[in-house]
Every structure is written in C-alpha cells, then in structure tokens.
T-cell receptor
Framework: KAGVTQTPRYLIKTRGQQVTLSCSPISGHRSVSWYQQTPGQGLQFLFEYFSETQRNKGNFPGRFSGRQFSNSRSEMNVSTLELGDSALYLC??????????????FGPGTRLLVL | AQKITQTQPGMFVQEKEAVTLDCTYDTSDQSYGLFWYKQPSSGEMIFLIYQGSYDEQNATEGRYSLNFQKARKSANLVISASQLGDSAMYFCAMREADYGGATNKLIFGTGTLLAVQP
C-alpha cells in the first residue's frame, strides 16, 4: 500500500511570493493534517481536513490556508512568504481503526526555504 | 493547556542495549491518546506505538514498548536491543478527546535525539 506522498519535496522561494504544497493521503484515508516543523518552534499543527471540510485549525496567520478535494488529496497555500516560513511541512493522513483509535501516518515532507 | 515534555535533548546507547526515552504530559481531558514517532534525518515521521488513556495494558510493538504510568502522567518509550538504524529523533505526541473525538490534532514534545553506538 502506497504511503502518504508530498510534492514537491524541496522548494526555494523568495519573500513575498506564494507557494502551494500538495499531499496525497494513503488510499482510504479521509483525514489529512498539516504540520510545520522548525528548529525554533518544533512541530506545530497547522490544520486538519476531513471530507473536504476544515475540522481544526492551529494558531497560524491567515496567510496559511488549505483545502481538501473530493479524492481526499489536500493542498496548503502560503501567501506573501516570510523568511520565518522556512520549514519542513509535513502532511499526515489517518482513518479510524476501531475502538476510537486513529493513527496518523506522515509523508516525507516538503522542505521550504524562503530567501 | 495540553503539553508534552521530553526532558532528554540527546542520548547515547550502545548497540544491543535497551534505552528508555522519557515523556510526560499534561492534560485535563480523561480521554486522550499518546503516540511515539521516529524521525530519521530524511525527515519523515514514522509511527512507532500508540497508547490510549483507557488502555489497561502497556502497548508493545516489536522492540518498542510504552511504559504508561497514568497517575504520574508519563509515557516513556522503551527500545529493546538497540540497533544502529534506531539512531534518529524521537517525538512523543498526544491527541486529546481520543476515542471518537472530532480532531486528529497532535501536540508534540521537543524530541530526543538518540545515537546508537556500535
């Protein structure tokens, strides 16, 4: 079974530009979450989508947005990039496995460098 | 507020020995889930083990076991018979409102960098 895939794997942008990252979940997974990982702030939750609806959102400015399509694929967009947006962006997908358990499986991440 | 604390920034262990990575958590919720993930230098987060707050038995997955002490709010990861490939960053994470909750949001600790020496 294919894992979570993320594209692109690496990205270099300049301040003020915008960027779109893509995530394809594991087949059958309907929940997709995004996390930002930086050396200074660690791993922080960005948002979660389930059945094309945003189910939860972290404490990030409105420049960060996302969406989920009917096939569960998800994209996140960052507009007006700032140097501090340089990070590893991780996508995770999950589905219920019974007994209330739902484990998130992560993709390889997209490394974004903002110059 | 929910919080995960990992007090060991880095650890060394000899190959084939066991190692314990510490994790304490803080939550006011009665229903929560605890996870451990491994992150090699490549960046991908690899799921290792899960423990639900209502689980009576400590979780085990191969060489990984979770020492869950609910009263002390600790969920330490034990890796038995360490291998060179175990060298990585290890993160403890918590999900609140487990057991059918409406979100998969994970709160992560700061991680422990484990180095396995031959």
């Amino acid at each position: 079974k294919a894992g979570v895939t993320q594209t692109p794997r690496y990205l270099i942008k300049t301040r003020g530009q915008q960027v779109t990252l893509s995530c394809s979940p594991i087949s059958g997974h309907r929940s997709v979450s995004w996390y930002q990982q930086t050396p200074g702030q660690g791993l922080q939750f960005l948002f979660e989508y389930f059945s094309e609806t945003q189910r939860n959102k972290g404490n990030f400015p409105g420049r960060f947005s996302g969406r989920q399509f009917s096939n569960s694929r998800s994209e996140m967009n960052v507009s007006t990039l700032e140097l501090g947006d340089s990070a590893l962006y991780l996508c995770a997908s999950s589905r219920p496995t019974g007994g209330g358990q739902e484990t998130q499986y992560f993709g390889p991440g997209t490394r974004l460098l903002v110059l | 507020a929910q919080k995960i604390t990992q007090t060991q920034p880095g650890m060394f262990v000899q190959e084939k020995e066991a190692v314990t990575l510490d994790c304490t958590y803080d939550t006011s919720d009665q229903s929560y889930g605890l996870f451990w993930y491994k992150q090699p230098s490549s960046g991908e987060m690899i799921f290792l083990i899960y423990q639900g707050s209502y689980d009576e038995q400590n979780a085990t997955e191969g060489r990984y076991s979770l020492n869950f002490q609910k009263a002390r709010k600790s969920a330490n990861l034990v890796i038995s018979a360490s291998q060179l490939g175990d060298s990585a960053m290890y993160f403890c994470a918590m999900r609140e409102a487990d057991y059918g909750g409406a979100t998969n949001k994970l709160i992560f600790g700061t991680g422990t960098l484990l180095a396995v020496q031959p």
